[in-house]
Nanobody, 121 residues
Framework: QVQLVESGGALVQPGGSLRLSCTAS????????MTWYRQGPGKERELVAT???????NYDDSVKGRFTISRDNAKNTVYLQMNSLRPEDTAVYYC???????????????WGQGTQVTVSS
């Protein structure tokens, strides 16, 4: 079984910073894409940033220049450094990973439980 656990969400003032972490555990052979999504109040879930195993990165335009995604393959962990936070960044942030549990298995998509980020004065 595979589990994703996020941490780092908090209440922060506008202009502040937070660092989210997401660690995958369990029976894991390989992790391909690791992605952060968010879902704000009354909004649909949206992609924030994604990183491949080899380090190719893509960001949503709304976070470019403010957020940085990174990963530690040895720790099966993905990070999201969020700077210059705005009230519109308020959301539940979810981690998603494409994981193969065995060399002959296909990749399956796994989700974390989410961590709340609130940007407010």
């Amino acid at each position: 079984q595979v589990q994703l656990v996020e941490s780092g969400g908090a209440l922060v003032q506008p202009g502040g910073s937070l660092r989210l972490s997401c660690t995958a555990s369990g029976s894991i052979f390989m992790i391909n894409h690791m992605t952060w999504y968010r879902q704000g109040p009354g909004k649909e879930r949206e992609l924030v940033a994604t990183i491949t195993q080899t380090g190719t990165i893509n960001y949503d335009d709304s976070v470019k220049g403010r957020f940085t995604i990174s990963r530690d393959n040895a720790k099966n962990t993905v990070y999201l450094q969020m700077n210059s936070l705005r009230p519109e960044d308020t959301a539940v942030y979810y981690c998603n990973a494409d994981i193969a549990q065995h060399p002959t298995y296909t990749f399956s998509s796994y989700w974390g439980q989410g961590t709340q980020v609130t940007v407010s004065s």
